[in-house]
């Protein structure tokens, strides 16, 4: 038998990525860094939503959205990109994606790592109880932002686990609050910036900020 810390584990950060900036990657790194301590086969994915079923469409396409992550973390050994809702069409349901991450890995552990916001309209997701019963969470909070109450339907169905910890030892249907990284950074900030002409380096990698003046995104 698999001990738990042989189990394969997939943690999926979700997100328009319009543009990737060091919010993302920060908190990224961070989760990579401690599920790394409760698992020896961890993969951490930045998976770019391509048609977000519940918040207005992204500005830029999906492809190039996904070539901003790329660059971000083309020297990061922990990290990865997931393409698989730009490769399917239609809206990019989550239950969709973890459908397909549960056949490919039938043994692996899915962590789906979220914002505190999205958190709270969880049972507004298509098939959102098939979900808690396929992965666990991890829940961020975003610095400056006020912090949800855990939706009353959800937390029939979730049960709240204390520490990262905790949340390994579970297969599935938990969640765990994260604090998260504590830069307050939004890529809204980032495009609210390029239309305005202004710098917004240091907020996101040099190479992402170069691709974005190559395509000239965000101008308008
Ligand atoms: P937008 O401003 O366009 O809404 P965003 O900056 O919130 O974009 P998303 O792509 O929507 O970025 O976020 C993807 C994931 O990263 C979400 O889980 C979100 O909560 C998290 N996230 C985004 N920015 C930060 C940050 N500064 N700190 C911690 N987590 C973040």
Redesign the pocket.
């Known amino acids: 038998m698999v001990s738990n810390s042989e189990r394969q584990t997939i943690a999926i950060?979700?997100?328009?990525?319009?543009p990737?900036?060091f919010?993302?990657l920060?908190?990224s790194e961070e989760l990579a860094e401690a599920l790394h301590c409760y698992s020896n086969k961890l993969s951490v994915r930045l998976m770019v939503?391509s048609q977000p079923p519940h918040?207005s469409q992204?500005v830029v396409a999906a492809n190039k959205r996904a070539e901003m992550v790329k660059l971000a973390i083309s020297d990061s050994e922990t990290l990865e990109v997931d393409e698989r809702e730009i490769n399917r069409d239609g809206v990019s349901f989550s239950y969709l994606s973890i459908e397909e991450l549960a056949a490919e890995y039938p043994d692996a552990r899915l962590i789906w790592?979220?914002?505190?916001?999205?958190f709270e309209g969880l049972d507004k997701w298509r098939n959102w109880q098939a979900i808690c019963k396929a992965v666990s969470f991890i829940v961020?909070a975003?610095?400056g932002a006020r912090r949800h109450r855990l939706n009353a339907e959800v937390g029939k169905v979730l049960t709240e686990s204390t520490s990262i910890e905790q949340l390994m030892e579970k297969s599935f249907g938990s969640f765990f609050r994260y604090s998260?990284?504590n830069?307050?950074?939004?890529?809204?900030?980032i495009?609210e910036l390029l239309q305005q002409k202004r710098s917004c380096r240091f907020l996101l990698p040099d190479s992402v900020i170069e691709y974005i003046q190559q395509y000239r995104l965000y101008e308008n």
């Open positions: 950060v979700g997100g328009t990525f319009d990737v900036h919010g993302h920060r908190l939503v918040r992204p790592v979220l914002g505190d916001d999205a961020v975003r610095p998260g990284p830069l307050d950074i939004s890529s809204t900030q495009r």
